[in-house]
């Protein structure tokens, strides 16, 4: 089955993403959310350097200037879809969620996405992510992390379930924009999605 691809158009260029068959309640709540239209108009509402961009927020649509944002969604989670082979690199395209203190299971928000950004980590660098997030970092995965970059600490918490396929520079863009104390972006970044044949 070939993987769905999504066109996120912004304010800085387009992305374009292609969702993993093997996390499919991700991929189908994406799928639906996109054809409904549901992101059309929202903002990146939160972009740090070297980690990653999130948006899909519905209480960014019309928000003003300096709402803080990031509590917004449906009524509804995903369940969790780890899966050791999908990963934090540079790239990733994978669903926020709440903490574990009120979501031990770690199920995704039915709306807010994040793109990761990342930075390149050494393997002492990895070891210590392993040792204080209690995960285990195959070799497979640092090679990637120590090239390419992500962000290995939140492998195992976060559901992967796509990555970026074309506008990576977009990302890193996005994630370099000014933005204020809650890292929301001075200038609002809207996204328009479309599913691409």
Known sequence: ?????????TDSGTIVVALY???????????????KD???????????????????????????PGAQLGEGGLKYTIPAEFDSALFHK?????MAREGDDVNPKKASSSTQFYIVDGKPFTDADMDK???????????????IYRTI????????????FGE???GL????????????????????????MTMLK
């Open 164 to 166: 970026v396929i074309s």
């Open 149 to 160: 970059g992500g962000a290995p600490f939140l492998d195992g918490n976060y559901t992967v």
């Open 90 to 94: 540079k790239g990733a395209l994978a």
């Open 21 to 35: 068959n093997q996390t499919h309640l991700h991929r189908d709540n994406f799928v639906k959310l996109v054809k």
């Open 38 to 64: 549901f992101y059309n108009g929202l903002l990146f509402h939160r972009v740090i350097k070297d980690f990653m961009i999130q948006g899909g927020d519905p209480n960014s649509r019309n928000a003003a």
């Open 1 to 9: 089955m070939r993987q769905a691809r999504v066109k996120i158009e």
């Open 169 to 192: 520079d977009v990302v890193e863009k996005i994630a370099d924009m000014p933005k204020d104390g809650n890292d929301r972006p001075l200038t609002d970044l809207h996204m328009k």
């Open 129 to 143: 992510m392993e040792t204080r997030f209690k995960i285990k970092i195959p070799e497979s995965h640092r090679v």
